[in-house]
């Protein structure tokens, strides 16, 4: 049984940074691919960043060179650090496995960009 826990949000300025986590228990992280995922108010959830489990990273055009993905597997914890926040970045941010497991969803972790 996988369960997911993310942390990290907050409200920041626009241009500002946070670093989210989330951590997995469970055996299969150390060889699922991961990727973290958002929902702004009124829009369908969006797949951001994605990584395998050696380490190769994808991204959401919205987000590159702005968003990094990392992963600890000896700490079955994946990273989102997010740089130059927008205001348009505001949303709840949630991790799973990519393709997502429809178990696996947690509770999320809300990222407000704002002034």
């Known amino acids: 049984q996988v369960q997911l826990v993310e942390s990290g949000g907050g409200l920041v300025q626009p241009g500002g940074s946070l670093r989210l986590s989330c951590a997995a228990s469970?055996?299969?992280?150390?060889?699922?691919?991961m990727g973290w995922y958002r929902q702004a108010p009124g829009k369908q959830r969006e797949l951001v960043a994605v990584?395998?489990?050696?380490?190769?990273?994808n991204y959401a055009d919205s987000v590159k060179g702005r968003f990094t993905i990392s992963r600890d597997n000896a700490k079955n914890t994946v990273y989102l650090q997010m740089n130059s926040l927008k205001p348009e970045d505001t949303a709840i941010y949630y991790c799973?496995?990519?393709?997502?497991?429809?178990?696996?969803w947690g509770q999320g972790t809300q990222v407000t960009v704002s002034s």
């Open positions: 799973n496995t990519y393709p997502a497991g429809p178990r696996y």
């Open positions: 469970g055996s299969i992280f150390t060889i699922a691919t």
């Open positions: 990584i395998t489990s050696g380490g190769s990273t």
